[in-house]
């Protein structure tokens, strides 16, 4: 088990980001939380299996097809409290 926070920036709120990120955690066995920042970005913070934690940085690089990345910034091994993979309101 490893886990990652990733900060997202770019056209990334309004875009159905979080919606598509829960979907994608939920069917790649991921827990965790994805919310919106103050400053436009989202935030994502996983744990599971490395390959899966792989996958899962590899589509946020993209997002949905409305999104538009601009930057992802990941932080290695934090402290990630969930049961499941929520939105965070």
Not at 25 to 37: D, H, I, Q, S
Not at 64 to 71: G, I, Q, S
Request: charged residues 30%; glycine residues 10%; positive net charge.
């Amino acid at each position: 088990m490893i886990s990652r926070k990733l900060t997202i920036s770019g056209k990334v709120q309004g875009v159905y980001y979080r919606a598509s990120a829960v979907q994608k955690a939920k069917m790649l066995g991921l827990e965790g939380y994805v919310k919106n920042e103050e400053d436009g970005s989202v935030s994502l913070g996983m744990k599971g299996e490395e390959a899966a934690v792989k996958e899962m940085t590899s589509w946020c690089k993209k997002g949905p097809a409305l999104a538009r990345v601009k930057e992802v910034k990941i932080e290695e091994n934090p402290e990630i409290q969930a049961n499941g993979f929520d939105v965070i309101h």
